[in-house]
């Protein structure tokens, strides 16, 4: 079964700042990969993802991410944060099902907070 | 398009008490997918179904729990009878493909 790991719980950068946030996955297949990003009292908003091809992904407000094979790992990184950025982040990994679609299984978020 | 749309926004009940919560998917898309958000055990898959029919309901806790969606454009999750266990966030989603879900606001419930 595949597995998302987020070691990081709470990253507080100053608005300005890069970012990364880490997230390795467990899976026996080629994964498909996404961020996802949730404000307060809201749903989860796509960032970007990853099924094939091009290592590094570009997202919205933003964002990229990159899929490091060798490494199972899928860091999304942001050069410049500003302080709406503020939210927890979250990493996913969808397997393929016999039935259709895929099942995403989510890591554990990470809080980002920003200091103005 | 407006999106997942889930009603009611907030819940809350008594102990015992039957609750169904309510999503409306994004129009054309083939499947719904229902999770549930909590502290304790992040998000979890609940149930997802393909075309109106359900496909992996594997991650429904318990026979208090069932999902219908007898039409294209809308499903409802049924608890009955809920305990405060079941007190969380939970979320529809919709995918055109299965593969890129767009989520609904949620649904917070609180069963005292």
């Known amino acids: 079964a595949q597995s998302v790991t987020q070691p990081d719980i709470h990253i507080t950068v100053s608005e300005g700042a890069s970012l990364e946030l880490r997230c390795n996955y467990s899976?026996?297949?080629?994964?498909?990969l996404f961020w996802y990003v949730q404000s307060p009292g809201q749903g989860l908003q796509l960032l970007l993802k990853?099924?094939?091809?091009?290592?590094l992904v570009q997202g919205i407000k933003g964002f990229e991410a990159e899929f490091k094979r060798s490494q199972s790992s899928f860091n999304l990184r942001k050069p410049s944060v500003h302080w709406s950025d503020a939210a927890e982040y979250f990493c996913?990994?969808?397997?393929?099902?016999?039935?259709?679609?895929?099942?995403?299984?989510f890591g554990t978020g990470t809080q980002l907070k920003v200091e103005l | 398009d407006a999106g997942v749309i889930q009603s009611p926004r907030h819940e809350v009940t008594e102990m015992g008490q039957e609750v169904t919560l309510r999503c409306k998917p994004i129009?054309?898309?083939?499947?719904l997918f229902w999770y549930r958000q909590t502290m304790m055990r992040g998000l979890e898959l609940l149930i997802y179904f393909n075309n109106n029919v359900p496909i992996d309901d594997s991650g429904m806790p318990e026979d208090r729990f069932s999902a219908k969606m007898p039409n294209a454009s809308f499903s409802t999750l049924k608890i009955q009878p809920s305990e405060p266990r079941d007190s969380a966030v939970y979320f529809c989603?919709?995918?055109?493909?299965?593969?890129?879900?767009?989520f609904g606001a949620g649904t917070r419930l609180s069963v005292l």
């Open positions: 129009s054309g898309h083939d499947y």
């Open positions: 996913a990994v969808g397997a393929p099902q016999a039935g259709g679609g895929n099942k995403l299984t």
């Open positions: 989603a919709s995918s055109l493909t299965g593969s890129i879900q767009y």
């Open positions: 899976y026996g297949a080629t994964p498909y």
């Open positions: 990853y099924f094939s091809g091009d290592t």
